[in-house]
């Protein structure tokens, strides 16, 4: 299989998860394919981290990230016109690949490309402006197999360039108007060259290995590309009328697909150096490397819908904490909140709202309040205004209540203090639970609706205890030389999990609520966050850090199928 196809075939980069194969969606690229601005003063790309992909623009210093593209499929492949008004692109929404335009701003969207032709068209892909902005390049099997075609701007006038038994793609451009290429009509992938209609083509790059992506400076005197001589693909330069070839990019990382700057003063690519596909830019002569775009983010505070086929959890993959809801397997991430802040602690009521976390109409560091909302993210309402920080919120098992934790500032140890509050589902003035300068935090309701679970630290460290709600009265519920925290009570009340640092770390546990005898149920995770049972009592979803980012999980309760429904570094497909 040609290099013209490396991009189908290194998405499948599968991590195994310590203790257990966890179990998901294959992990992609994140940050890729860049084409500059005219100006210079920006890029457009790809990137997977929401789910599906979707076209983004950042400045070239990396401040300033947008989204350009909002769909349930791929968008891919972007190119900026000369001009400056349009990107082309290629996109999955019809079912197949079709070439489209979009204006900077995200509007005005324009399909080029229809399935005409000899056989059903699967795809066109990979476009290119030519430097007169009047015609778009782009490769298609709508003959019968991958060739080379050309396309008016607005569509019209499509026409056939190559016509081979190999496999013809990736065209670029030359500033003079030849249409540089990959093909591997040789056997293996090389970079040819031929005029813009299709005549004179010939060999410009052949080496040992397979060489692809190349683009030629503005200046045309030099080609850069990628080649797999060396193992992985690095990034070469070379004159354009022969010469040696120098290695931009180190052999300890693999990179893709440069992109001139209009001047020919600089190159973006992108690059798995930091651990997965980000887009750096350098200088022509390769110093002056630095890294644009950052994508990891965390997944926390997972929670099942009534009926378990949606988990509800909050992320910071739009840099901004909100909540988001996917399907069970890990699928189908869709935000439900906008705003500024840190939206978090996302729960379902049995009703299907759901209760949230959120500091969206103040401005003052510490003052958060409880909102609730629709599964789909509609009629957001907030519930509590009580001054502080207002969170953790935990729904009664019939959702007429619910508990939470509020936080007032103490500048004398510059820390809060933590008390538990009781609020109507619907409303009205929070009842206050706990008092004392112990720190009550993270509430979990017995399943009879009688009593709560918590943890406070009145001896010096996090322990766990059980309220009687009629009563106040309190007890502790374990107690270990570690700090035990965020309970959460299975649904026949007889054991609580949480997490605890009794073993070192921060370790999952399952306690036996009438021995007070517990169990460590995953190994190699820490675990953080209260986690979440099924209905049945035979999983639990739980958050933990990995490999750098904090990421969902989800597992048996006798410790197998240990799974990961999030992907903080790859996004998911």
Do not use: K
């Amino acid at each position: 299989m040609s290099v013209m196809r490396y991009a189908a075939m290194l998405v499948v980069l599968l991590v195994p998860c310590p203790a257990a194969q966890a179990q998901g969606p294959a992990p992609v690229f994140l940050n890729i394919n860049p084409s500059w601005s005219p100006d210079g003063r920006q890029l457009v790309f790809e990137s997977a981290r929401n789910g599906r992909t979707a076209l983004f623009i950042i400045n070239a210093d990396g401040t300033g990230e947008r989204r350009l593209t909002w769909n349930r499929a791929d968008d891919t492949h972007p190119d900026w016109s000369p001009d400056g008004t349009r990107i082309v692109f290629d996109s999955n929404r019809d079912g197949v690949w079709n070439l489209y335009t979009i204006r900077p701003d995200g509007t005005d969207e324009r399909r080029l490309t229809h399935p005409e032709g000899t056989v059903p068209l699967t795809f066109a892909r990979h476009p290119a402006w030519s430097p007169d902005g009047r015609t778009i390049a782009f490769d298609s099997d709508r003959d019968g197999d991958e060739e080379l075609y050309v396309i008016n701007a607005d569509g019209t006038g499509a026409r056939r360039l190559t016509s081979t038994p190999r496999r013809d793609g990736h065209p670029s451009w030359t500033r003079d108007g030849r249409i540089v290429f990959s093909t591997d009509r040789t056997g293996t992938s090389d970079v040819w060259v031929m005029q813009a209609d299709g005549s004179s083509p010939h060999s410009l790059v052949a080496l040992p290995g397979s060489e692809a992506g190349a683009e030629v400076s503005p200046d045309g005197a030099t080609v850069v590309y990628f080649s797999e001589v060396a193992g992985r693909a690095r990034l070469y330069r070379r004159p354009l009328r022969g010469g040696d070839a120098v290695a931009l990019t180190p052999d300890s990382a693999t990179s893709y697909e440069s992109a001139w700057s209009r001047d020919g003063r600089f190159l973006a690519w992108y690059s798995d150096a930091p651990g997965r596909f980000e887009l750096f830019v350098m200088n022509a002569d390769g110093a002056g490397v630095r890294q644009l775009t950052d994508s990891r983010y965390d997944n926390a505070w997972p929670q099942w819908s009534p009926d378990e086929s949606r988990i509800v959890f909050a992320s910071t993959r739009d840099r901004d904490w909100e909540v988001y809801s996917m399907r069970a397997d890990g699928s189908d991430a869709t935000r439900l909140t906008w705003s500024p802040g840190r939206d978090a602690h996302p729960w379902f009521l049995p009703n299907g709202r759901i209760v949230f976390q959120s500091p969206r109409n103040y401005t003052a560091q510490g003052e958060v309040d409880l909102y609730t909302m629709n599964a789909d993210g509609a009629t957001q309402r907030r519930l509590v205004t009580a001054p502080g920080f207002d969170g953790v919120p935990v729904p009664s098992p019939t959702g007429a209540r619910i508990a939470y934790q509020n936080g007032q500032y103490r500048a004398a140890t510059r820390d809060y203090g933590w008390d538990l509050y009781l609020v109507d589902s619907l409303g009205g003035a929070p009842v206050r639970l706990t008092s004392g300068p112990h720190s009550s935090q993270v509430p979990t309701w017995h399943p009879d609706g009688s009593s709560l679970a918590f943890y406070a630290n009145p001896q010096g460290r996090d322990q766990l205890f059980l309220m009687d709600i009629a009563t106040r009265a309190i007890r502790p519920v374990a107690s270990s030389a570690g700090e035990d925290r965020a309970p959460s009570f299975a649904p026949t009340g007889d054991r609580i999990a949480f997490t605890s640092s009794r073993e070192g770390g921060s370790q999952l546990f399952i306690l036996d609520v009438a021995t007070g005898a517990a169990r460590r149920l995953v190994d190699g995770l820490e675990v953080m966050g209260q986690p979440s049972w099924s209905r049945d009592g035979r999983r639990l979803l739980f958050n933990a850090q990995y490999r750098g980012t904090s990421e969902v999980f989800v597992v048996n309760v006798d410790g197998t199928g240990l799974t990961r429904l999030t992907r903080g570094y790859e996004g998911t497909r």
